[in-house]
């Protein structure tokens, strides 16, 4: 349960949470992993959303948490504390102008509102951008395509001096035959937005936009895939995330620069670099943002290897444990995700040494969990299967999670499954390596990707792996906006949640 997903909608007190801790137990549920990020939560951008926030934080007297355990307790629910180590703000900019009256940090293209006290102090241990190459002012802006145009088509460039109210500054006819165009950067403009609903060519991302000064050096640049939306909150239960507004669209609002919406999986295979294709055709408003303002470090990634955020960890590994929970899963993916993790850092090198510094905090942190007499538990998530120093990965990391399982640094595991069209050999390979060491496993997909969670768990299952994790809570119940009642809004799927447990695990 991520408690900031459901105060979105309303306002919550104790007595509805045990209400609903109540109904999750009615159906079958064990376990409740309860997500701690009361400090993100506690900073929204749009202020009638953060009006929910402060009135429910001020209804748990500022103790949600501990409240939290009190009650999963008393409704019979074992719960575990979730922690994201990686996770000290959101990378992204802020979808409301009401941000602007809150503390805020500085990002390409904006602002970003939600970010944890320890990124703010310490913007030195967070993962910094490497060094850019000598370059001059940006001269030439150029749009390549991954091959030449079987039909001409029409390309528009926007632009903008602070990646809002962009301004049309030309229009150009691509002829059929060409692999390019180029732009002269309008003077005094750095956010530039290329729109074409007419191109049948696109590239990946890494070659889609090239940009030189007057003597024809590269220059740095970001990429914004995405316009940026303001959002409200919502009224209803019929839907359970905030809606976008119609404000106009990138043209007003701008766009999301350096950003990938959500976990950092997105752009990678298991043995390719980032090579998603951006397609004008598919893209929202036809639109690619390309921004001359970049990132100097990533507001709310910190570096493994810094002690400041060792330490900090450590601290919020004694302060959730001093709380009362059950146990303490770790995840490591976070909605800190750039376009490109290879400007913060790249090479077989970084990952060993970043991969090592993780493997440090897991012991870390596997110490103090089980000192406490708690349940230690990692995820292991499915874009680290086949993970190598010599392989491009999500956040540059070596993920060695057979080190973690042959050192037994845990006594379970969440496998995270982003990919949910089935079971991969790999997913078989870690329930049989975990079961080897004794370490149980629960399967967590992306509710929301899984169609027939029923036969999902089935399947997991047939891999031995013993429980079923359902992610999340606020994909099958939302509040009400008023009152204190507890809505079903994905009636057809909680009917097949509530019939895994009929499911049988085999013995080895």
Known sequence: MDFADEIIASIWTPKRLLKYFKLIRSKGITRLYWIDQQEIMERCGNDEINANMVATIQNFSGRIHETAVQLAHEAGLEIFVLIKPYECGLLAPALSDDAIKRPHLPVAGGICDRFTSFAKKHPEAMLQRIPVPMHGEAAVLTLLFSAPLVKSGLVRLWASETNCNYQLIEEKSVPAGFQEISF???????????????????????????????????????????????????????????????????????????????????????????????????????ALGVSLEINDRIVGFPDPTHPAHYESIRQWVERDLAMGFDGLDVRVSSHSSPIFWRDYGFGSEVRRTRGEAHNQLLRMISKLVRAAGKVMSVHIEDFMYDSTPELPSPMEFFWDYHRWINERLMDEVTAKMIFTDGLLAANFALACECRAAGIKVNTCPFLHNVSQPLVFASWSAQAGIEAFNIYETATVWQADAEGDGIAEINPAMLKQLCRITEIEVPEC
């Open 184 to 286: 002269t950067r309008p003077t005094g403009k750095n956010f530039f937005v290329f729109q074409s609903a007419d191109l049948a060519s696109g590239n990946t991302y890494e070659k889609i936009i090239s940009i030189s000064d007057t003597e024809e050096r590269p220059v740095p640049f970001s990429l914004g895939i995405q316009p940026k939306r303001r959002y409200v909150p919502i009224k209803s239960h019929l839907e359970h995330r905030p809606k976008p507004c119609d404000d106009g669209g990138f043209k007003k609002m701008g766009m999301l620069f350096d950003y990938f919406p959500g976990i950092p999986s997105g752009l990678y295979t298991s043995n390719l670099p980032p090579n998603w294709y951006f397609d004008f055709a598919n893209a929202t408003e036809n």
